[in-house]
């Protein structure tokens, strides 16, 4: 079967965006702060400029709205993990291969405390702004499925894997990776998994997925 790019299932791209522009990062760092501190309801654009180290001219040239800064730090890190996937829609390894360094990136990246910060602020802000947490789902469980779901399809056209629903074990997948781990986390139960913990819950996560998906 071809590899050509134009014919395998297309992937989200990112969009046109300032993210790279370092003083775009320097307001959405100092956002993180106050927003973490505070929660949503209690930060203020004069506070966010103050801690960003900007004046509120400038914090309104990048956004206009507490609210428009508030979804660019749900919305902030939703690409790191489309690029992995892009390359193992043409990857030529074993699907068992391709799995563990998928669900490694997922879970490395679960683990960071940015990560993790933004996800509590969005399910503390949620219950008030159900609009937040729509779009954390949208950008994060949903677009990682489809994504993913993806590389399950293609796998499934080589006959590496059964049939199946390939967003649903997608889905399944994304969540072996964190079982265990991600819930501890968010509570600040334990601090940041080891590496031989993380390897151990992918290999796990493989595992099991394999058992239930390979041919």
Same mark, same amino acid.
């Given at each position: 079967?071809?590899?050509?790019?134009?014919?395998?299932?297309?992937?989200?791209?990112?969009?046109?965006?300032?993210?790279?522009? /370092?003083?775009?990062?320097?307001?959405?760092?100092?956002?993180?702060k106050?927003?973490?501190?505070?929660g949503?309801?209690? @930060?203020?654009?004069e506070?966010?400029?103050k801690?960003?180290?900007?004046?509120?001219?400038?914090?309104?040239?990048? !956004?206009?709205?507490?609210?428009a800064? !508030?979804?660019?730090?749900?919305l902030q890190?939703?690409?790191?993990? @489309?690029?992995i996937?892009?390359?193992?829609?043409?990857?030529?390894?074993?699907?068992?291969?391709?799995?563990?360094?998928?669900?490694?990136?997922?879970l490395?990246?679960?683990?960071?405390?940015?990560?993790?910060?933004?996800?509590?602020?969005?399910?503390?802000?949620?219950?008030?702004f159900?609009? !937040?947490g729509?779009?954390l789902?949208? /950008?994060?469980?949903?677009?990682?499925?489809?994504?993913?779901?993806?590389?399950?399809?293609?796998?499934?056209?080589?006959?590496?894997?059964?049939?199946?629903?390939?967003?649903?074990?997608?889905g399944?997948?994304?969540?072996?990776?964190?079982?265990?781990?991600?819930?501890?986390?968010?509570?600040?139960?334990?601090?940041?998994?080891?590496?031989?913990?993380?390897?151990?819950n992918?290999d796990? /996560?493989?595992?099991?997925f394999? @058992?239930?998906? /390979?041919?």
């Amino acid at each position: 079967m071809t590899t050509d790019t134009q014919e395998l299932p297309t992937l989200s791209e990112d969009p046109a965006q300032k993210t790279d522009n /370092a003083k775009y990062q320097q307001i959405l760092a100092g956002a993180r702060k106050v927003f973490r501190a505070k929660g949503f309801d209690g @930060a203020s654009m004069e506070v966010i400029a103050k801690e960003a180290g900007v004046s509120k001219g400038t914090l309104y040239v990048y !956004f206009n709205s507490k609210e428009a800064l !508030f979804e660019a730090l749900i919305l902030q890190d939703r690409y790191s993990q @489309a690029e992995i996937l892009r390359e193992a829609l043409v990857s030529k390894a074993d699907v068992e291969t391709d799995l563990r360094r998928i669900g490694r990136s997922y879970l490395q990246k679960m683990s960071k405390p940015d990560k993790l910060s933004t996800l509590r602020m969005v399910i503390g802000a949620a219950e008030k702004f159900p609009q !937040f947490g729509m779009l954390l789902y949208e /950008a994060g469980p949903c677009q990682g499925r489809r994504d993913l779901g993806a590389f399950i399809q293609e796998r499934i056209n080589r006959g590496e894997l059964k049939d199946c629903d390939a967003e649903l074990a997608a889905g399944q997948f994304f969540d072996l990776c964190v079982a265990g781990v991600l819930r501890r986390m968010l509570l600040n139960a334990s601090p940041k998994p080891s590496q031989e913990e993380i390897e151990n819950n992918i290999d796990a /996560a493989v595992k099991v997925f394999m @058992a239930a998906y /390979a041919v």
